[in-house]
């Protein structure tokens, strides 16, 4: 069953492309959209976060806001793809073993989907973007395939996913502190300070609070401000989402997301010193109202990362999801940035 769509924001000439395409990746068929008026534009790859949340992903066709940035300009500029990641939205199949279901998968994936893109547009390069959970596959690659990227950009970079859960953590408790929430200071006094290794349970139940205290999102008082609304109504005003592929996206993709090797995956890497240099150049994107990816960090990391050039903005009105006005300033740092980069 196919839902209700909206306008589409923008079409693509005839010239362009606008389509989205089926591929075999790592034994799982995945599906990949692919937007540019031009043919001969770079390639700008984006991962999106999660897992099991695909936006920006096959669902975004058309569509300008997508997030954490708008996309009406950057497809007259770039060859756009977006991807749905093994397990979720259009590259969903009750078939994936939920043993495939770990963070090297996921790279060795995506690497993939760089290769496919690359011969199909007879291109040396591209530029490869990520959003939070997105940017654990994204700084792997950068650091694995430098050859093969222009570029690396993170909206929300993770640097490391303990430290980082330890700070919403106490943002949380202060929080339930303030609203005295008797059964958030319980629920989490009794299932205490992260790491989480024993269960998907017990980090469950802090998102479940994040959720609810919307770490994600930042009111501006207008209406551009980003919400969990949008967020799903993307995926819902999809001309190409099935109601399954929004369940799928929701729910079963992020229950099949979880597994135990997933959950030790994140609880152990350490950005800082696992990839410590880039021989790429490197664009950090964070909003400066953040309350789920802790700014505290990127900007630590970014101090010490020794890349070729390294640049860092801070989105006055957003946290995780990114406000509309924030959006269309991504956009256009997107193009001023990447497109010299391409040309050198």
């Given at each position: ?16 492309i ?15 959209l692919?937007?540019t008026?031009?043919l001969?534009?770079p390639?700008?790859?984006?991962l ?19 997030l954490?940035?708008?996309?009406k300009?950057?497809?007259?500029h770039f060859?756009l793809?977006f991807w749905?990641?093994?397990?979720t939205g ?7 073993s939920?043993?495939?279901m770990?963070?090297?998968q ?20 591209l ?8 940017t654990?596959?994204g700084l ?27 700070l ?5 408790l ?9 059964k ?5 006094t ?6 989480y290794?024993?269960?998907?349970k ?5 998102r479940k ?7 994600m ?14 967020a ?5 005003g999809?001309?190409?989402?099935s109601?399954?592929?929004?369940y799928h996206s ?21 950005f800082?010193s ?9 664009l950090f ?11 505290e ?7 010490q990362?020794?890349?070729p050039?390294?640049?860092?903005h801070w ?16 956009e ?7 497109i010299?980069l391409?040309?050198?």
């Amino acid at each position: 069953m196919k839902l209700l769509s909206k306008k589409a924001d923008f079409t693509i000439s005839k010239k362009g492309i606008s389509s989205i395409e089926s591929l075999m990746i790592g034994g799982v068929r995945q599906s990949i959209l692919i937007q540019t008026e031009d043919l001969a534009n770079p390639i700008l790859f984006m991962l999106h976060g999660g897992p099991s949340m695909p936006v920006p992903g096959v669902s975004s066709r058309g569509r300008d806001y997508a997030l954490v940035t708008c996309t009406k300009q950057l497809v007259k500029h770039f060859t756009l793809v977006f991807w749905d990641q093994r397990g979720t939205g259009k590259s969903f199949s009750k078939h994936i073993s939920k043993e495939t279901m770990h963070l090297n998968q996921f790279i060795n994936d995506a690497n993939d989907v760089i290769d496919y893109l690359l011969q199909r547009f007879n291109q040396p390069k591209l530029h490869l973007l990520a959003h939070s959970w997105g940017t654990v596959i994204g700084l792997s690659l950068a650091k694995q395939i430098p050859e093969k990227l222009y570029s690396y950009t993170a909206f929300s970079q993770i640097t490391n996913w303990v430290e980082n859960d330890k700070l919403c953590y106490q943002w949380l408790l202060e929080r339930a502190k303030e609203t005295n929430n008797q059964k958030a200071i319980r629920e989490l006094t009794e299932v205490g300070e992260p790491p989480y290794l024993e269960s998907f349970k017990q980090w469950g139940l802090m998102r479940k609070w994040l959720l609810k205290y919307k770490s994600m999102v930042y009111e501006a008082g207008d209406k551009g401000s980003a919400s969990y609304a949008k967020a799903a109504q993307i995926m819902i005003g999809s001309p190409d989402y099935s109601l399954k592929d929004v369940y799928h996206s929701l729910i079963s993709g992020f229950k099949l997301s979880y597994s135990d090797q997933m959950i030790d995956d994140l609880n152990t890497f350490d950005f800082f010193s696992e990839v410590p240099k880039l021989e790429i150049p490197v664009l950090f994107i964070h909003g400066g109202k953040e309350t789920h990816v802790w700014g505290e960090l990127v900007q630590k990391y970014f101090e010490q990362l020794d890349a070729p050039s390294k640049k860092i903005h801070w989105s006055k009105k957003s946290s995780h999801a990114f406000h509309l006005d924030d959006s269309k300033e991504n956009e256009q740092i997107l193009i001023e940035n990447l497109i010299p980069l391409t040309r050198q």
